[in-house]
C-alpha cells in the first residue's frame, strides 16, 4: 500500500509559478507509474501529467505542455509537478496518484492510490 501526500499549493497570480510535491510511503515507490490530476470547481477530475517508473516516460495533457513538467525522485520517494505561466484556467485541486499498471494511463480508474489534494489558485 502506498500513501500519498501532496503540498505545495496555493495563490497566485497568473503568469507565477508554483512547485507541487507528492511525498510517497513505503518501500515501492520505484514500482509505480506517478501522475497529477486536478479537478476544477464543477468539472470531473483530469489528467494532467503522468510520469514512468523510471521516469524515462512522461505525458501530459495538451493544455499544460510546455508550461508543466513532471519528475520524481525514486531515492526520496517524491514526485513533483513544475508549473509555470499559470492562467486562471489551471485553479484546480491537484491530486497526486500512484498506478501499479505497465503503462502511463491517463484515466483516473487506472490508479489505485491517491492523495488529499492540494489546492491551486490563480487570480487573474
Known amino acids: 500500500q502506498v500513501q500519498l501526500v501532496e503540498s505545495g499549493g496555493g495563490l497566485v497570480q497568473a503568469g507565477d509559478s508554483l512547485r507541487l510535491s507528492c511525498a510517497a510511503s513505503?518501500?515501492?515507490?520505484?514500482?509505480?507509474?506517478m501522475a497529477w490530476f486536478r479537478q476544477a470547481p464543477g468539472k470531473e477530475r483530469e489528467f494532467v501529467a503522468g510520469i514512468s517508473r523510471s521516469g524515462s516516460t512522461t505525458k501530459y495533457t495538451d493544455s499544460v505542455k510546455g508550461r508543466f513538467s513532471i519528475s520524481r525522485d525514486n531515492a526520496k520517494n517524491t514526485v513533483s509537478l513544475q508549473m509555470n505561466s499559470l492562467t486562471p484556467e489551471d485553479t484546480a485541486v491537484y491530486y497526486c496518484a500512484a498506478s501499479a499498471g505497465m503503462l502511463v494511463f491517463t484515466t483516473e480508474s487506472q490508479y489505485t492510490y491517491w492523495g488529499q489534494g492540494t489546492q491551486v489558485t490563480v487570480s487573474s
Open positions: 513505503g518501500r515501492t515507490f520505484s514500482t509505480y507509474n
